[in-house]
């Protein structure tokens, strides 16, 4: 199963437009990060959707509900702890300056399913800096923690991009956590129309260079399966 596992959606890019875009490219559905207590009509591709940490009661009977997300701020251990008993996910917004308070939320939780957005939203051109690179290394030794390579694209200031600044932040990220644990996702449409979901995918598969299928589709959903239940 091949499964974006971010994507958002606005008012001028509702999730229905994202259907056709998946099929032509072999995709069976995406992850739909949900800024709101309305959710979207139901639709075959949206495989899932995670809500906010204070939009979890109201969401979660729905039948697409997969997880929450939220600012690393604004989790605390003992709301971990209880995601963790109900068996919910989370989604973490966070940059290089808050791993350590991960390493706390994943040390008192340590049952809770935890994704790391974006890569920790690194700034690619500059080349990946040692609080980065020792946070990710850490990270990866906590078996509850997972990582997106996604939103690649999202934060490039000069177009047209290149893969070339982001390849050793990817390469880094799949040394330390491998491909069970690592996860694709483009963050449509949030650079539209400058970068389009295409582009996010070419910028995913230059990044990650030769691998094998088997990598390659554990990368491009098997990880985003398991770790959502879908």
């Known amino acids: 199963m091949r499964l974006d596992s971010h994507v958002c959606f606005s008012p001028q890019h509702p999730p229905e437009h994202l259907e056709a875009i ?3 490219n072999r995709f069976d559905g995406a992850i739909l990060v949900v800024d709101g207590p309305t959710l979207p009509a139901t639709a075959p591709h949206i495989a899932g959707m995670l809500v ?3 939009d979890l009661a109201e969401c979660r009977s729905d039948p697409r509900f997969r997880g929450v997300h939220a600012s690393i701020a604004d989790v605390t251990p003992l ?10 996910p989370l989604d973490l917004a966070m940059r290089s300056p808050d791993f350590p ?3 706390d939320l994943a040390a008192h939780a340590p ?11 690194p ?7 040692e609080d980065w690179l020792r946070g990710m290394e850490s990270a990866a030794r906590l078996p509850n923690v997972f990582c997106k390579i996604s939103g690649l694209l999202t934060e490039v200031a000069q177009l047209p991009w290149s893969a070339a600044p982001i390849r050793p932040f990817v390469r880094h990220a799949l040394a330390v956590f491998g491909p069970s644990r690592l996860m694709f996702g483009s963050e449509w449409p949030v650079r539209l129309p400058d970068v389009t979901w295409k582009e996010s995918l070419a910028a995913f598969t230059q990044s990650i ?3 094998s299928m088997e990598v390659r589709e554990q990368l491009l959903g098997g990880t985003a399966a398991a770790f959502y239940g879908i």
């Open 52 to 54: 906010r940490l204070g």
């Open 79 to 88: 709301l971990a702890e209880d995601l963790a008993r109900r068996a919910i």
């Open 22 to 24: 998946l099929k032509r």
């Open 111 to 121: 049952d809770l399913r935890i994704a790391i957005d974006h890569l920790a939203r």
């Open 101 to 103: 308070a991960l390493l």
């Open 123 to 129: 700034e690619y051109p500059h080349g990946p800096p």
């Open 209 to 211: 260079g030769a691998q």
